[in-house]
């Protein structure tokens, strides 16, 4: 019988070491400070404020080269697929006159295309 015992709690102690470690991140990240939460917001905007779509002046050079590798074209090669109709596609905010994209940062017109076009579902 005290085998048994003691089975029964090597197994309840391994389950809560386990299920700790399991929430222990979850947990964490919910404490962030607020600063790190708000450059989080920051970094989901990724429609830079320009004045025209084709502008990537304040665009980093890494984010262009990122486009690039994603096949993005300021026209779509096919007329039903285009960034307006794209489930990764921002729209612009209001003032703004371009829309951004999920993968990469800059400005994105609405009639573009990349290779990673998903449909709205």
């Known amino acids: 019988m005290s085998k048994d015992m003691k089975r029964r709690k090597f197994i309840e102690n391994t389950l809560r070491?386990?299920?700790?470690?399991?929430?222990?991140p979850i947990l964490l990240q919910g404490c962030q400070s607020g600063s790190e939460k708000?450059?989080?917001?920051?970094?989901?905007?990724?429609s830079l404020e320009v004045t025209s779509c084709d502008d990537l002046s304040?665009?980093?050079?890494?984010?262009?080269k990122k486009r690039e590798g994603f096949g993005y074209v300021e026209e779509s090669p096919m007329p039903d697929k285009n960034c307006a109709n794209c489930n990764l596609y921002l729209p612009p905010k209001e003032g703004q006159a371009c829309g951004g994209?999920?993968?990469?940062?800059?400005?994105?017109?609405e009639e573009a295309y990349c290779t990673y076009w998903a449909p709205i579902v």
């Open 17 to 24: 070491l386990g299920s700790g470690l399991v929430l222990a």
């Open 38 to 46: 708000s450059a989080g917001k920051e970094d989901a905007d990724n």
């Open 58 to 64: 304040k665009t980093p050079e890494a984010e262009i």
């Open 101 to 109: 994209c999920a993968l990469f940062k800059g400005p994105v017109f």
